[in-house]
């Protein structure tokens, strides 16, 4: 591609080594996961996992299900909210603000961004939980997971949408103004559609940080291995399970955690599938 | 006769019927000029910048009005005051008066929706929106209430055949309206602001950006759209604006504002020009 000169080699080499060992450290931590659940998966069937009786690893019996259903209503719930309310928070920022006021918003919103989970977690606790008990006991819940969870994801998606709707060309937005098209015509028209790839590559983002957050949701969500009935019934997420059981696990119950952690890779995974496919779909 | 002459009549009589626009619109021959946009004493300043001063100027029904100059004259400026695109630039501010069809359209009853669909606009760098060919004409069409499906699929069906891009696209109006090729983007830019039925379309330098072919194209499909249209269009081709117009417009940088030098009919302004920097600049001696 470039005339071989001696610092375009050596850049070559640093950045294909840069390369190498961030795919390196994906396939390594695959690998570990795979071996040390390997013990299990070999005298235990997969199907298990879904059919035992319960969760009661000490006495044999492995049902991950309860956790797959709690991290999946926890994570698609703070979705269903923040998605909304990320992108109509950026959509404010970008095309209704005064340039002082959205300056402010977008600070506040990367300082909510950097936030410490745990930080989130003791707020949760202290204060989300007796209101949500209030409503309705016992207080910790799926609903103050899912509460927790927003909050942590929201500003994901409001800055990946930010950065995608300040990409828009100004011609698209003159060009809706010339055809006559409202303010909102043009955003939901043209910007929104013109921005699609990365909204939905914060959407990705956020779900994978949503399934995947432990401190937060251990701390509010109540950690009953159970199907959740309703928003006020505790949870146990298989992030928040991993974390609760692994200082004592041994045997086939740590080779199983280590199972549920390939089961949440595999999770995001497919979801960062769906998202390259919802993005090839794009007119842009 | 042979197959070959069967396909050769047969094409030229899809040609006569690729014209659905009707017959010329009733306006005045270019010889007895009416005004449709009347522009009294128009200046324009962004911040304390003067980018137009104090412009006068009639632009008359159904014909083609030039605009032309150096770079930096206002050229541009003066189309988009004429759609109030100047609202989108901030610290734009306006004096003076523009008049279509009677109405000051700086006035606060205008409606600038309305106003913006009365008047279509073309811009330099073909910007199709990143949907499909369809719903790129589908868009506007519902901003201005035409919601019915068999509408909807019969005007764009005729506004492509109008810059003659149907029987490229006709196909696949559902694939992306940014893999076209330039000139068929510009055409299906054009047929975008010509489905909203406007009396006036304003183009800024509609053929700069293409290739020689396409640029070619467009400037035919801007004749033919003469007198169906009142068009005022932005060009530093002076050949082109020649080419095509019935009136021109001659801006110049004077004390770091433009004004409007000379105005006429394009022939007088390209043979008899009245004003020394008209005669330098069409002449290619300045500019």
């Not at chain 2, 983007?185 to 054009?190: A, E, K, P, S, Y």
Request: charged fraction near 15%; proline fraction near 5%; charge should be neutral.
């Amino acid at each position: 591609m470039f005339r071989s000169v001696f610092t375009d080699t050596l850049l070559r080499w640093v950045l294909q080594a840069g390369a190498v060992v961030s795919a390196l450290v994906m396939a390594m931590i695959m690998l570990f996961l795979l071996s040390e659940s390997w013990p299990v998966l070999q005298h235990l069937s997969l199907a298990q996992f879904l059919t035992d009786s319960s969760w009661h690893p000490l006495e044999g019996s492995y049902n991950l299900t309860p956790m797959l259903s709690g991290t999946l209503y926890a994570s698609m719930g703070a979705l269903l909210l923040a998605v909304p309310l990320g992108i109509a928070s950026a959509i404010f920022i970008v095309y209704y603000a005064s340039p002082r006021s959205a300056l402010l918003y977008r600070r506040l919103i990367e300082l909510l961004a950097g936030i410490p989970s745990v930080v989130f977690g003791f707020w949760g606790l202290t204060t989300l939980v007796p209101l949500v008990n209030q409503l309705h006991p016992p207080g910790a819940s799926l609903l103050a997971g899912i509460l927790v969870l927003t909050l942590m994801i929201l500003p994901t998606i409001a800055l990946m949408t930010y950065a995608a709707l300040i990409a828009v060309p100004d011609e698209y937005i003159r060009s809706a103004a010339a055809l006559g098209l409202s303010g909102w015509s043009m955003i939901r028209g043209v910007a929104l559609p013109a921005a699609r790839t990365g909204i939905v590559a914060g959407i990705v983002l956020a779900a994978g940080r949503a399934l995947g957050e432990t401190m937060a949701v251990l701390m509010v969500a109540g950690n009953v291995v159970q199907h959740a009935d309703s928003l006020f019934d505790p949870i146990r997420t298989l992030a928040a399970n991993i974390a609760l059981e692994m200082a004592y696990a041994m045997g086939d119950h740590r080779a199983v955690l280590f199972v549920s952690g390939l089961m949440l890779m595999l999770l995001v995974m497919t979801l960062s599938g769906l998202a390259g496919w919802l993005g090839k779909k794009s007119y842009a | 006769m042979n197959t070959h002459d069967i396909e050769e009549i047969q094409r030229s009589v899809e040609k006569q019927h690729t014209f659905t626009l009707g017959p010329l619109q009733t306006g005045p021959a270019c010889c007895d000029p009416q005004p449709i946009v009347q522009v009294k004493n128009f200046s324009l300043h962004y911040d304390n910048k003067t980018a137009l001063d104090k412009v006068t100027l009639d632009i008359y029904r159904g014909c083609i009005t030039a605009l032309i100059g150096p770079s930096g004259c206002g050229k541009t400026s003066f189309l988009s005051a004429i759609n109030r695109l100047t609202d989108l630039i901030p610290n734009c501010k306006v004096v003076g008066h523009i008049q279509v069809d009677g109405v000051d359209i700086y006035q606060s009853a205008c409606d600038v929706q309305v106003l913006r669909q009365q008047i279509g606009m073309v811009f330099q760098k073909p910007t199709p929106f990143p949907l499909s060919i369809r719903r790129n004409i589908e868009l506007p069409l519902r901003e201005h209430g035409v919601t019915k499906r068999a509408e909807v699929e019969a005007v764009s069906e005729q506004v492509l055949r109008d810059v003659g891009l149907w029987h490229e696209v006709h196909d696949r109006l559902d694939s992306a309206a940014l893999s076209l090729s330039g000139g068929q983007q510009q055409r299906l830019c054009i047929a975008r602001a010509l489905a909203l039925k406007p009396k006036i379309l304003l183009m800024d330098e509609p053929c700069s950006a293409l290739d020689p072919i396409a640029s070619g194209v467009v400037e035919d499909l801007i004749v033919g759209l003469q007198g169906r249209y009142t068009i005022v269009i932005v060009t530093h081709n002076l050949a082109q604006a020649r080419r095509i117009a019935n009136y021109a417009a001659f801006f110049w940088v004077k004390e770091r504002a433009g004004h409007l030098i000379e105005f006429g009919h394009c022939r007088d302004i390209f043979e008899t020009p009245v004003h020394q920097l008209t005669a330098a600049y069409v002449s290619g001696a300045r500019g």
